[in-house]
């Protein structure tokens, strides 16, 4: 916690272009508020900062009362998925200067999943889709030396192996807004990693559990997962090759 | 998205029209003088842009169909997706424009 605040109060080189954006952000305090609400805050950025600057900047200077999560604060743990400018991103990788300053920034929770409050959302239902796939080895022999892979049989899922959870994909599906309880695109993935490792045993098992209606099968090739996924994972092609899995046997 | 979203639309208006559609052709298994009456009752100017509508509607939902099935079957369908919506679009304007003015002057020609 130290470091980023101690970054906060270094005077920043003069000379050093910046520029005043105007952050809009969708409040909530369940203690207070009926209804969530758009707030603003001018904030003076630099052409390195990020989203996540923008909001520490908030709530160190502005507002402390502005709530949100984060933890690496480089897009490796997953905490800051948010809908910024209607997109969901890692606010953490998405760098200010890349957005349109000429008009506000808007940021906002992820949706489809309970708002708590700001910009934290209840990821527990996520979480649950995610553990019924059984995300782990499902192996009968026992790991006394290494499951010897080919280089071909390791690529099968390397795009899959890439996911940190972050909930953009299934909280950008709209599928899973209307049905929470469509398993999304984020456990498929995950059962995807397992499902084509040559080392795991346990394919039919979460073969089975997704070949049902709010399974795979719910999956309407809308491509928002793709397209909001911040590691880039080809998840709609992960969904077919499940699908595909299915009707071949 | 928005691929998806129109699907759904067009999805759901040419379920409404098969709904009128075969009640109206049922009629003339009723009398065919009812069938006539009611079938006249569609020779209107905006009877005629909603034909036009129906078509567009079919057109679309038919090609972006083959699209998804290509998307779900076809090994490398989810990489060429787009470019594979910008061909249903081409090929859906080519479509209208072989029908609707043929169609227009069917309807507003008198």
């Known amino acids: 916690m130290t470091a980023p605040v101690i970054e906060g109060?270094?005077?920043?080189?003069?000379?050093?272009?910046?520029?005043?954006?105007?952050?809009?952000?969708?409040?909530?305090?369940?203690?207070?508020?009926?209804?969530?609400?758009?707030q603003d805050f001018d904030v003076q950025m630099y052409a390195t900062d990020r989203v996540l600057d923008a909001l520490h900047k908030i709530k160190w200077e502005q507002d402390g009362t502005l709530t949100f999560?984060?933890?690496?604060?480089?897009?490796i743990c997953g905490s800051d998925a948010m809908r910024i400018n209607g997109r969901n991103r890692l606010a953490c990788k998405?760098?200010?200067?890349?957005?349109?300053?000429?008009?506000?920034?808007?940021?906002?929770?992820?949706?489809?999943?309970p708002l708590e409050k700001d910009l934290i959302v209840d990821m527990e239902p996520f979480f649950e889709s995610y553990r019924e796939i059984q995300p782990f080895l499902i192996a009968s022999s026992k790991p006394e030396k290494e499951r010897i892979q080919t280089v071909a049989q390791r690529e099968?899922?390397?795009?899959?192996?890439?996911?940190?959870?972050?909930?953009?994909?299934?909280?950008?599906?709209?599928?899973?807004?209307?049905?929470?309880?469509?398993?999304?695109?984020?456990?498929?993935v995950n059962a995807h990693r397992f499902i084509f490792?040559?080392?795991?045993?346990?394919?039919?098992?979460?073969?089975?559990?997704?070949n049902d209606r709010e399974g795979v099968w719910r999956c309407r090739t809308t491509f928002n997962c793709s397209e909001a996924c911040p590691r880039g994972i080809?998840?709609?092609q992960a969904i077919a090759e499940v699908k595909q899995a299915l009707i071949r046997g | 998205m928005w691929s998806w979203v129109l699907h759904r639309i067009t999805g759901v208006a040419i379920y409404f029209f098969l709904l009128v559609h075969i009640l109206d052709t049922a009629l003339v298994r009723v009398s065919p003088e009812a069938y006539n009456a009611v079938i006249n009752t569609y020779k209107t100017p905006i009877m005629g842009l909603?034909?036009?509508?129906?078509?567009a509607a079919i057109g679309f939902h038919a090609l972006n169909g083959l699209r998804i099935i290509l998307i779900d079957f076809w090994s490398v369908g989810t990489k060429y997706h787009r470019l594979m919506f910008w061909a249903v679009i081409?090929?859906?304007v080519v479509l209208l424009a072989g029908f609707l003015p043929r169609h227009l002057m069917h309807v507003f020609g008198g």
Not at chain 1, 23 to 36: G, L, N, S, Y
Not at chain 1, 96 to 103: F, N, Q, R, T, V
């Open chain 1, 234 to 236: 080809q998840i709609t």
């Open chain 2, 90 to 92: 081409a090929l859906w």
């Open chain 1, 94 to 113: 998405t760098l200010i200067k890349d957005l349109d300053i000429s008009k506000p920034i808007y940021v906002e929770a992820i949706k489809g999943l």
């Open chain 1, 197 to 210: 490792d040559s080392r795991d045993e346990g394919s039919q098992v979460r073969l089975d559990i997704l």
């Open chain 2, 50 to 55: 909603g034909e036009a509508g129906l078509v």
């Open chain 1, 69 to 75: 999560r984060r933890s690496c604060a480089h897009g």
């Open chain 1, 9 to 38: 109060q270094v005077a920043p080189p003069s000379g050093v272009e910046s520029f005043t954006v105007t952050m809009m952000i969708r409040r909530f305090d369940p203690e207070k508020d009926a209804e969530p609400y758009w």
């Open chain 1, 156 to 188: 099968r899922f390397d795009d899959t192996t890439k996911c940190i959870l972050c909930a953009a994909c299934t909280s950008s599906c709209p599928v899973f807004w209307t049905d929470g309880q469509y398993f999304g695109p984020a456990a498929i």
